[in-house]
């Protein structure tokens, strides 16, 4: 194996590691693995170049080689990580563990990954957040499912007798798949082989270009002096090319979409080069890192995922023993398979595979993973995911409680979380609640409080729902169906209650467009109600949020203040969102904001459960449980009892 490659994975390991161990300050460290797909994209065609694809045979002798590289270490890993979770792990997070140990058994982890976040209440399980020990292995799935389609594409290759029109196919490949990854929605073409198979054609690139130019007459010539120096040195064009894959390891936020093809571009250009002299590509450190890069990639996602906490010594056990545990499987495993023969391969194989399903079915079965967990600290999980069964969301499916329950109308193309005309009551106001699926956390605290004074109260609860923008085809569509709805019912007083899009933190540009947005928007609903309460911005929770905290209570309770959130980070995360609001705000003449953030203030942390109790105030996907939504009742009150004083 060519040492430059060997380092180039070297970088991409300790990119990776990184991110994974400090995402906070590495926060380009995912790029790593950006650059072990080039490198699979390169040796990929490396080797099916030097073999012609004219039978069934030569189709699995390719499948044979890979296979036989990357599954008995695979297997064996996953088969540990199980054990792994079910000692280390609290039970709460075995559900989602064994969903995923499964899917990464057939070589889907990705599929799984994008399955979940598409679905808007259970995203949280595929987020880096969900303690999921097995999540690292999406790329190796889309690395596999790239394996099984790149024989196909070299066989079809073969028809372009010319490395010119190969490498031309190989660029028009690349570009047109990176603007398709671009256009695409970024969770699903993260995850999507399709969608990453830019990236690996750029592996393509960087062998047909030196495959070109080493036929070229200069280039199998000694250098004459009368040749013309070339205005910068290959040594200087390795050394420009690792300082743009610096990026990876610098704590700087760049722009994904101009870094990542930077990336790709520079790690085929680097490829193609083939330095023998750079001291970063010729280094024996670096070189042996990349020897174990496979090992260590299998291993340290499941160590940092599961051990690692706040503390200094968990860093460092981190550390530790992701490296010794590399070193160790390579040298007495990794290695060893590789030097068996097909029989022996496969029996190691089949019993491997074996070992896993037997101790899949084991951890569902047996008792003797069942964990212990003390009646106090039982009680309390209890009564934190008892909570995720009180969300008023329930309650429009109850029999009499909604006069209406759905929202019916032949050009309505918005997805419907839940929508609820109550019974007419005595009142002489009219009210609507509109916005996502934080309307149904807050429609029932706000509806108790006007004890029954109202004449009319509905609410709506759309997907995307965000009431005062739209920045995608669903948001359009439910902002249309919102306007709709207040045009026609004409209330006298609109809560917007919604959880807001990344989108509104972006920085405020000169004629802004959401600004725009927001501004007619407010202004719109201002003509059609005769007050207007606008849900303000609230701090970042993070996906997953109740698991760790439950997490913490049953392992780590020392290490509880963590999870409260620093005020001043949290405002800066929504600084944007808040000053768009609060330009917007200046024209208003029937609208409110409503600033829920005092509740959860303290001196300079917003608290994220209660320290007496131990009740949690966010669920795993943002939202706010019961506990959290009780903190909000007096500003609500006082909020209605002003609307029923005023009317």
Request: with cysteine.
């Given at each position: 194996?060519?040492?430059?490659?060997?380092?180039?994975?070297?970088?991409?390991?300790?990119?990776?590691?990184?991110?994974?161990?400090?995402?906070?300050?590495?926060?380009?460290?995912?790029?790593?693995?950006?650059?072990?797909?080039?490198?699979?994209?390169?040796?990929?065609?490396?080797?099916?170049?030097?073999?012609?694809?004219?039978?069934?045979?030569?189709?699995?002798?390719?499948?044979?080689?890979?296979?036989?590289?990357?599954?008995?270490?695979?297997?064996?890993?996953?088969?540990?990580?199980?054990?792994?979770?079910?000692?280390?792990?609290?039970?709460?997070?075995?559900?989602?563990?064994?969903?995923?140990?499964?899917?990464?058994?057939?070589?889907?982890?990705?599929?799984?990954?994008?399955?979940?976040?598409?679905?808007?209440?259970?995203?949280?399980?595929?987020?880096?957040?969900?303690?999921?020990?097995?999540?690292?292995?999406?790329?190796?799935?889309?690395?596999?499912?790239?394996?099984?389609?790149?024989?196909?594409?070299?066989?079809?290759?073969?028809?372009?007798?010319?490395?010119?029109?190969?490498?031309?196919?190989?660029?028009?490949?690349?570009?047109?798949?990176?603007?398709?990854?671009?256009?695409?929605?970024?969770?699903?073409?993260?995850?999507?082989?399709?969608?990453?198979?830019?990236?690996?054609?750029?592996?393509?690139?960087?062998?047909?270009?030196?495959?070109?130019?080493?036929?070229?007459?200069?280039?199998?010539?000694?250098?004459?002096?009368?040749?013309?120096?070339?205005?910068?040195?290959?040594?200087?064009?390795?050394?420009?090319?690792?300082?743009?894959?610096?990026?990876?390891?610098?704590?700087?936020?760049?722009?994904?979409?101009?870094?990542?093809?930077?990336?790709?571009?520079?790690?085929?250009?680097?490829?193609?080069?083939?330095?023998?002299?750079?001291?970063?590509?010729?280094?024996?450190?670096?070189?042996?890192?990349?020897?174990i890069s496979y090992v260590t990639y299998l291993v340290h996602w499941p160590v940092i995922s599961i051990f690692l906490t706040s503390s200094v010594n968990s860093y460092v056990f981190c550390i530790v023993t992701t490296v010794l545990a590399s070193i160790a499987l390579h040298h007495l495993f990794?290695?060893?398979?590789?030097?068996?023969?097909?029989?022996?391969?496969?029996?190691?194989?089949?019993?491997?595979?074996?070992?896993?399903?037997?101790?899949?079915?084991?951890?569902?079965?047996?008792?003797?993973?069942?964990?212990?967990?003390?009646?106090?600290?039982?009680?309390?999980?209890?009564?934190?995911?008892?909570?995720?069964?009180?969300?008023?969301?329930?309650?429009?499916?109850?029999?009499?409680?909604?006069?209406?329950?759905?929202?019916?109308?032949?050009?309505?193309?918005?997805?419907?979380?839940?929508?609820?005309?109550?019974?007419?009551?005595?009142?002489?106001?009219?009210?609507?609640?509109?916005?996502?699926?934080?309307?149904?956390?807050?429609?029932?605290?706000?509806?108790?409080?006007?004890?029954?004074?109202?004449s009319d109260y509905r609410y709506y609860s759309l997907q995307e729902g965000f009431t005062l923008y739209a920045d995608s085809y669903d948001s359009s569509n439910a902002l249309k169906t919102f306007k709709s709805h207040v045009a026609r019912h004409k209330p006298d007083v609109l809560f917007i209650i919604a959880k807001y899009s990344r989108s509104l933190k972006a920085l405020i540009q000169a004629n802004d467009t959401l600004l725009n947005q927001i501004s007619e928007n407010?202004?719109?609903?201002?003509?059609?109600?005769?007050?207007?309460?606008?849900?303000?911005?609230?701090?970042?929770?993070?996906?997953?949020?109740?698991?760790?905290?439950?997490?913490?209570?049953?392992?780590?309770?020392?290490?509880?203040?963590?999870?409260?959130?620093?005020?001043?980070?949290?405002?800066?995360?929504?600084?944007?969102?808040?000053?768009?609001?609060?330009?917007?705000?200046?024209?208003?003449?029937?609208?409110?904001?409503?600033?829920?953030?005092?509740?959860?203030?303290?001196?300079?942390?917003?608290?994220?459960?209660?320290?007496?109790?131990?009740?949690?105030?966010?669920?795993?996907?943002?939202?706010?449980?019961?506990?959290?939504?009780?903190?909000?009742?007096?500003?609500?009150?006082?909020?209605?009892?002003?609307?029923?004083?005023?009317?």
């Amino acid at each position: 194996m060519r040492q430059d490659i060997q380092c180039l994975r070297g970088i991409a390991i300790i990119s990776v590691f990184l991110f994974h161990l400090l995402p906070n300050l590495f926060f380009n460290g995912f790029l790593g693995v950006d650059i072990f797909f080039v490198i699979s994209g390169y040796l990929m065609a490396r080797n099916l170049t030097k073999s012609k694809l004219t039978s069934i045979r030569d189709f699995l002798e390719f499948y044979y080689r890979r296979f036989r590289r990357i599954l008995p270490l695979y297997y064996l890993l996953i088969f540990l990580i199980i054990i792994m979770v079910h000692l280390w792990l609290p039970y709460i997070l075995w559900e989602n563990s064994n969903r995923y140990s499964i899917a990464s058994l057939f070589l889907m982890t990705n599929q799984l990954v994008i399955h979940d976040q598409a679905d808007y209440f259970n995203s949280f399980r595929a987020e880096s957040t969900a303690i999921n020990a097995f999540l690292h292995l999406w790329s190796l799935s889309l690395e596999m499912q790239f394996y099984l389609l790149v024989p196909c594409i070299f066989f079809a290759l073969q028809i372009l007798k010319s490395d010119y029109l190969k490498l031309l196919a190989a660029i028009l490949t690349t570009t047109i798949g990176f603007v398709c990854f671009a256009l695409v929605l970024d969770s699903f073409a993260f995850n999507f082989m399709f969608l990453r198979l830019w990236q690996f054609s750029a592996g393509f690139v960087a062998l047909f270009w030196s495959k070109i130019e080493q036929k070229l007459p200069e280039k199998n010539s000694e250098k004459s002096e009368t040749a013309k120096p070339t205005w910068i040195s290959e040594d200087d064009q390795v050394t420009v090319a690792l300082v743009v894959l610096g990026v990876c390891i610098m704590p700087y936020d760049v722009n994904v979409l101009v870094i990542r093809p930077l990336v790709t571009v520079v790690t085929a250009f680097i490829i193609k080069l083939q330095s023998e002299s750079n001291q970063i590509l010729n280094s024996k450190t670096l070189s042996y890192i990349g020897d174990i890069s496979y090992v260590t990639y299998l291993v340290h996602w499941p160590v940092i995922s599961i051990f690692l906490t706040s503390s200094v010594n968990s860093y460092v056990f981190c550390i530790v023993t992701t490296v010794l545990a590399s070193i160790a499987l390579h040298h007495l495993f990794e290695k060893q398979y590789l030097q068996l023969d097909f029989k022996p391969l496969i029996l190691l194989l089949l019993i491997l595979v074996s070992a896993n399903f037997l101790l899949q079915y084991s951890v569902e079965n047996q008792k003797f993973w069942k964990q212990h967990v003390p009646a106090v600290i039982q009680k309390i999980v209890d009564r934190n995911l008892n909570q995720l069964n009180v969300y008023s969301q329930l309650d429009h499916m109850k029999n009499g409680t909604c006069a209406e329950r759905k929202l019916i109308d032949p050009g309505d193309k918005s997805i419907v979380y839940a929508y609820c005309r109550y019974p007419k009551k005595h009142g002489n106001v009219s009210v609507m609640t509109i916005g996502n699926s934080y309307v149904m956390q807050f429609t029932n605290p706000i509806k108790s409080h006007f004890k029954q004074n109202y004449s009319d109260y509905r609410y709506y609860s759309l997907q995307e729902g965000f009431t005062l923008y739209a920045d995608s085809y669903d948001s359009s569509n439910a902002l249309k169906t919102f306007k709709s709805h207040v045009a026609r019912h004409k209330p006298d007083v609109l809560f917007i209650i919604a959880k807001y899009s990344r989108s509104l933190k972006a920085l405020i540009q000169a004629n802004d467009t959401l600004l725009n947005q927001i501004s007619e928007n407010i202004e719109f609903y201002e003509r059609h109600a005769r007050k207007v309460y606008i849900l303000g911005a609230l701090p970042t929770y993070s996906a997953n949020f109740l698991n760790v905290f439950l997490q913490n209570v049953m392992r780590n309770p020392e290490d509880m203040e963590k999870l409260h959130l620093n005020r001043k980070k949290a405002d800066e995360d929504v600084k944007n969102v808040k000053k768009r609001f609060e330009i917007a705000g200046r024209q208003c003449k029937k609208c409110r904001f409503i600033d829920l953030n005092p509740a959860f203030l303290e001196r300079e942390k917003y608290l994220t459960f209660d320290r007496t109790s131990l009740f949690s105030y966010h669920d795993n996907t943002g939202h706010l449980l019961p506990a959290g939504v009780k903190l909000c009742e007096p500003i609500l009150k006082k909020i209605v009892e002003g609307v029923l004083n005023s009317m």
